[in-house]
């Protein structure tokens, strides 16, 4: 099963390669590969037990597809190079989510670190953007695989939580979360971070001195969010933050869930149009479901929590509809109504049976 | 008689880091040593060496092209400084008697942890291009110890194409006023 997956996602990515770098990419062409990412992706997770974790495999495909139908006119403008970016990085995002080995991830990120050099690489050598790329990439991956064999050597309790913190923290770097320089977020700057923090938490069934640095390093994450934008603030970030807090949850009566429901509305923050303003940091907003969702897995109360956190849902359609930037806004605020009900729906579904499947 | 030994490895550590060029070179032929050393203890001499020694290597092709590229004080004091560090980590766990048995794998994966962290610690506090390749290439050396210690060939093999790819990207950096960017 994982070969014939594994070969169909790199035939994809060739497949994209070749049309995208072709044709230069029409609306039509870029939207059809992007549907036919998402189909593979759920058919190969599709064997999955639980509803939460076939979501959590659709993630990339999902960031995908609301990259390639948000698409401002204004970006149409940009290097060939760049449109093609967002495909390749999902492409391999749903390949180390379809493997699922740490040891694998340096691979993939590596790979994907190679693509946004390459794109950075012009007539004088590495733009300072570049340079940056490169510190803040290969430094995270080198102290991550520091970390991993730290933790596959077992040397001890102590020396395995320090390894835990290494592999984390690493990762994250990696991903370019905790110091990303500047306002300027670049397209497909989620797909690491929705590969990773699955494996991760995966991880965390071998090794469970993983949950507790999980959960420092989400209100790390957190605290870096609102220290340091508090003017500017990009949803994203504050959103990596919880998922990695839903990554460090035990693996008790929710599963995956919240992780689930905070990867999918970090695939579906774009960042040209998702720029809501302060609201997003309260409670009664998109946050707060996360934070009731983890609350909820924590507690194990589902049916009142879960209609709070659909209620909680309304005031992004309303700023959305508030915003009034035409059709796109619409769509987007619909992609999130449509999420955030398919969230409660598999919740519901899930307590009414039981866990079942 | 070890003691004077390691102290003279520690000055000579400290004095070749700073130079221009002579800290991955001299890093990168300690790990080697290390690397070679350690399989030869186990009578299993293989690939492992001939890819440490490659990576040694491409290190010293990346000495070689520092050479030509002016790097401040700053940076220099930044690679002295992890050279330093990972040195006074071996010498801390040689003076540290802990179990005998497994003490040289553990050694050397203490070296290559402290060594991996000091470099991408210089990486991140230098400004410049060829303090930054300085600092990543001690990180892979680190790396590179670790992965022999537990014989990952895949992650020996990264290592391997990472360097070549650093040696790339210096060598696309401009001549004329690299370090200022």
């Given at each position: 099963?994982?070969?014939?997956?594994?070969?169909?996602?790199?035939?994809?990515?060739?497949?994209?390669?070749?049309?995208?770098?072709?044709?230069?990419?029409?609306?039509?062409?870029?939207?059809?590969?992007?549907?036919?990412?998402?189909?593979?992706?759920?058919?190969?997770?599709?064997?999955?037990?639980?509803?939460?974790?076939?979501?959590?495999?659709?993630?990339?495909?999902?960031?995908?597809?609301?990259?390639?139908?948000?698409?401002?006119?204004?970006?149409?403008?940009?290097?060939?190079?760049?449109?093609?970016?967002?495909?390749?990085?999902?492409?391999?995002?749903?390949?180390?989510?379809?493997?699922?080995?740490?040891?694998?991830?340096?691979?993939?990120?590596?790979?994907?670190?190679?693509?946004?050099?390459?794109?950075?690489?012009?007539?004088?050598?590495?733009?300072?953007?570049?340079?940056?790329?490169?510190?803040?990439?290969?430094?995270?991956?080198?102290?991550?695989?520091?970390?991993?064999?730290?933790?596959?050597?077992?040397?001890?309790?102590?020396?395995?939580?320090?390894?835990?913190?290494?592999?984390?923290?690493?990762?994250?770097?990696?991903?370019?979360?905790?110091?990303?320089?500047?306002?300027?977020?670049?397209?497909?700057?989620?797909?690491?971070?929705?590969?990773?923090?699955?494996?991760?938490?995966?991880?965390?069934?071998?090794?469970?001195?993983?949950?507790?640095?999980?959960?420092?390093?989400?209100?790390?994450?957190?605290?870096?969010?609102?220290?340091?934008?508090?003017?500017?603030?990009?949803?994203?970030?504050?959103?990596?933050?919880?998922?990695?807090?839903?990554?460090?949850?035990?693996?008790?009566?929710?599963?995956?869930?919240?992780?689930?429901?905070?990867?999918?509305?970090?695939?579906?923050?774009?960042?040209?149009?998702?720029?809501?303003?302060?609201?997003?940091?309260?409670?009664?907003?998109?946050?707060?479901?996360?934070?009731?969702?983890?609350?909820?897995?924590?507690?194990?109360?589902?049916?009142?929590?879960?209609?709070?956190?659909?209620?909680?849902?309304?005031?992004?359609?309303?700023?959305?509809?508030?915003?009034?930037?035409?059709?796109?806004?619409?769509?987007?605020?619909?992609?999130?109504?449509?999420?955030?009900?398919?969230?409660?729906?598999?919740?519901?579904?899930?307590?009414?049976?039981?866990?079942?499947? | 008689?070890?003691?004077?030994?390691?102290?003279?490895?520690?000055?000579?550590?400290?004095?070749?880091?700073?130079?221009?060029?002579?800290?991955?070179?001299?890093?990168?032929?300690?790990?080697?040593?290390?690397?070679?050393l350690s399989?030869?203890g186990?009578?299993?001499?293989?690939?492992?060496?001939?890819?440490?020694?490659?990576?040694?290597?491409?290190?010293?092709?990346?000495?070689?092209?520092?050479?030509?590229?002016?790097?401040?004080?700053?940076?220099?004091?930044?690679?002295?400084?992890?050279?330093?560090?990972?040195?006074?980590?071996?010498?801390?766990?040689?003076?540290?008697?802990?179990?005998q048995?497994g003490m040289t794998a553990r050694l050397m994966?203490?070296?290559?942890?402290?060594?991996?962290?000091?470099?991408?610690?210089?990486?991140?506090?230098?400004?410049?291009?060829?303090?930054?390749?300085?600092?990543?290439?001690?990180?892979?050396?680190?790396?590179?110890?670790?992965?022999?210690?537990?014989?990952?060939?895949?992650?020996?093999?990264?290592?391997?194409?990472?360097?070549?790819?650093?040696?790339?990207?210096?060598?696309?950096?401009?001549?004329?006023?690299?370090?200022?960017?």
């Open positions: 099963m994982l070969p014939l997956y594994a070969s169909l996602l790199g035939g994809w990515m060739v497949l994209v390669l070749t049309a995208l770098l072709v044709t230069g990419g029409t609306l039509a062409l870029r939207g059809l590969l992007a549907v036919l990412l998402l189909i593979l992706c759920g058919a190969g997770s599709a064997h999955f037990p639980d509803m939460a974790r076939i979501m959590t495999g659709c993630g990339p495909a999902l960031a995908l597809c609301v990259w390639v139908f948000m698409q401002r006119p204004a970006q149409a403008t940009a290097p060939r190079g760049a449109g093609v970016l967002p495909f390749f990085l999902s492409g391999i995002a749903a390949l180390a989510i379809a493997f699922g080995r740490c040891d694998l991830l340096g691979v993939f990120l590596g790979c994907g670190l190679v693509a946004r050099l390459g794109l950075a690489i012009g007539p004088r050598g590495l733009d300072r953007d570049g340079w940056q790329v490169l510190r803040m990439g290969l430094g995270g991956l080198l102290v991550a695989q520091g970390g991993l064999f730290v933790l596959q050597a077992g040397w001890g309790h102590m020396q395995d939580q320090a390894a835990a913190i290494l592999l984390v923290g690493g990762l994250l770097l990696a991903c370019g979360v905790p110091g990303r320089p500047g306002p300027v977020v670049a397209p497909g700057w989620n797909m690491e971070i929705l590969a990773v923090l699955p494996v991760v938490a995966r991880a965390a069934d071998v090794w469970p001195v993983l949950l507790p640095v999980l959960t420092f390093m989400g209100c790390v994450c957190l605290s870096w969010a609102v220290l340091s934008r508090l003017g500017r603030s990009f949803p994203g970030d504050y959103w990596t933050g919880w998922a990695v807090l839903a990554a460090g949850l035990p693996d008790g009566v929710m599963g995956g869930l919240p992780l689930a429901a905070c990867l999918l509305v970090m695939a579906c923050v774009t960042p040209s149009g998702g720029r809501l303003s302060g609201s997003m940091l309260w409670p009664p907003s998109l946050p707060g479901m996360a934070a009731v969702l983890v609350l909820v897995g924590e507690m194990g109360e589902m049916p009142p929590v879960a209609l709070l956190a659909g209620a909680s849902l309304w005031p992004v359609m309303a700023e959305r509809t508030g915003a009034g930037h035409g059709v796109a806004s619409w769509a987007q605020a619909a992609l999130l109504m449509a999420i955030g009900c398919m969230v409660l729906a598999s919740a519901a579904y899930y307590q009414m049976g039981g866990g079942s499947w | 008689m070890l003691v004077l030994l390691f102290g003279v490895l520690v000055i000579l550590s400290l004095s070749t880091s700073g130079g221009r060029g002579g800290g991955p070179v001299w890093h990168g032929a300690c790990m080697a040593a290390c690397v070679c399989r030869w186990h009578e299993q001499v293989g690939l492992a060496c001939v890819m440490a020694v490659g990576l040694a290597g491409l290190l010293g092709l990346l000495g070689v092209q520092m050479l030509h590229i002016p790097a401040g004080e700053r940076e220099r004091s930044g690679l002295r400084l992890a050279g330093g560090l990972a040195c006074i980590a071996v010498l801390a766990q040689v003076i540290m008697q802990g179990p048995v994966g203490m070296t290559g942890l402290a060594a991996t962290l000091c470099g991408v610690w210089g990486a991140c506090i230098a400004r410049g291009p060829v303090a930054l390749c300085a600092g990543l290439a001690c990180g892979l050396d680190g790396v590179m110890l670790l992965a022999a210690r537990v014989d990952d060939r895949l992650v020996m093999a990264e290592v391997i194409v990472v360097a070549i790819g650093l040696n790339i990207l210096l060598a696309a950096c401009p001549r004329s006023h690299g370090g200022k960017a």
